[in-house]
């Protein structure tokens, strides 16, 4: 079936960097677009960055300029790199096929404080 594993969340100060993973198993991973999305304490999960199976690229404009969305088709595995990290990025991190809404795993926690 279909299975997200995040890793690589924790806690920084701000302007530190985190690197997240994300693995995925149970589709065809080369032909998806896939996409990470955030949910802070008290707030709808919002879209964060996409990235096409061409590796056609987007972000949200909070995080545009320090954010960076990779994918290895080889590993089936997706990538969020994030520089200049603010205290407003605190959130749990999520990956999935980009506009699917269910098979949610289990996150991982990023928390920006000083």
């Known amino acids: 079936q279909v299975r997200f594993v995040e890793s690589g969340g924790g806690l920084v100060q701000p302007g530190g960097s985190l690197r997240l993973s994300c693995a995925a198993s149970?589709?065809?991973?080369?032909?998806?677009?896939m996409a990470w999305y955030r949910q802070a304490p008290g707030k709808e999960r919002e879209l964060v960055a996409v990235?096409?199976?061409?590796?056609?690229?987007d972000y949200v404009d909070s995080v545009k300029g320090r954010f960076t969305i990779s994918r290895d088709d080889a590993e089936n595995t997706v990538n969020l790199q994030m520089n200049s990290l603010k205290l407003e990025d605190t959130a749990v991190y999520y990956c999935?096929?980009?506009?699917?809404?269910?098979?949610w795993g289990q996150g991982t926690q990023v928390t920006v404080s000083s």
């Open positions: 990235i096409s199976s061409r590796s056609s690229i």
């Open positions: 999935n096929i980009w506009g699917s809404g269910s098979n």
């Open positions: 149970g589709f065809y991973f080369s032909v998806a677009a």
